[in-house]
């Protein structure tokens, strides 16, 4: 099974500031056909996950474009450029490149 | 709007059944893959079953295979999840999950699993 380790676990920020969570896996996430299935999801407390980034770095619909994603390979980088009130929560990164699909330990951004 | 609504959870005593259903609405379930995803309280989210758009093809975690089983039936728009053999730690919220291209964009509310005596 590919382990998808992410770091930091917290991540206290302060609004208006950036952040970045970082997350690698434990092989390679290209897939036979060309793509990487990494993706990058968002829970606030007491709802389901949400889809911010799919395959490295495109944003979902309704995404602000103060959130993105970049890697490639085995290391990948999700970067809040100005924190806002909203962000809060925790974020997971997720691999679909191979059964079974395994997600992150998951990062808790909290506001300092 | 593309709506996932899961049910069936409750409390069960160990080494019990429980069958989940999800139903979908808004959107082409028959052509989507469709998933199982879970979050036992207070951790991190575990996929656990995969079944593809005509039912064909299944995929399950370790953890729960030979005691799980995924269904759909695209007529009623609707996706189950057979749990038998129940433990402690199958204790989780389940969520119903969209697969699309290969990332997960559609959730359901989840639907709670207690597994205790």
């Known amino acids: 099974d590919i382990v998808m380790t992410q770091t930091p676990l917290s991540s206290p920020v302060t609004l208006g500031q950036p952040a970045s969570i970082s997350c690698r896996s434990s092989?390679?996430?290209?897939?036979?056909?060309?793509?990487?299935?990494l993706s990058w999801l968002h829970q606030r407390p007491g709802q389901p996950p949400r889809l911010l980034i799919y395959?490295?770095?495109n944003r979902f619909s309704g995404v602000p474009d103060r959130i993105s994603g970049s890697g490639a390979g085995t290391d990948f980088t999700l970067r809040i450029s100005r924190v806002e009130a909203e962000d809060v929560g925790v974020y997971y990164c997720m691999q679909a490149t191979q059964f079974p699909r395994t997600f992150g330990q998951g990062t808790k951004v909290e506001i300092k | 709007e593309a709506q996932l609504v899961a049910s069936g959870g409750g409390l069960v005593q160990p080494g019990g059944s429980l069958r989940l259903s999800c139903a979908a609405s808004?959107?082409?379930?028959?052509?989507?893959?469709m998933n199982w995803v879970r979050q036992a309280p207070g951790r991190g989210l575990e996929w656990i079953s995969c079944?593809?758009?005509?039912?064909?093809?299944?995929y399950y975690a370790d953890s729960v295979k030979g005691r799980f089983t995924i269904s759909r039936d695209n007529a009623k728009n609707s996706l189950y999840l057979q749990m038998n053999s129940l433990r402690a730690e199958d204790t989780a919220v389940y969520y119903c999950?969209?697969?699309?291209?290969?990332?997960?964009?559609?959730w359901g509310r989840g639907t709670r699993v207690t597994v205790s005596s």
């Open positions: 092989q390679s996430l290209v897939h036979r056909d060309g793509n990487t299935y």
């Open positions: 395959k490295i770095s």
């Open positions: 079944i593809t758009n005509s039912g064909s093809t299944i």
């Open positions: 808004g959107f082409s379930f028959s052509t989507s893959w």
């Open positions: 999950v969209r697969d699309w291209y290969w990332s997960f964009d559609l």
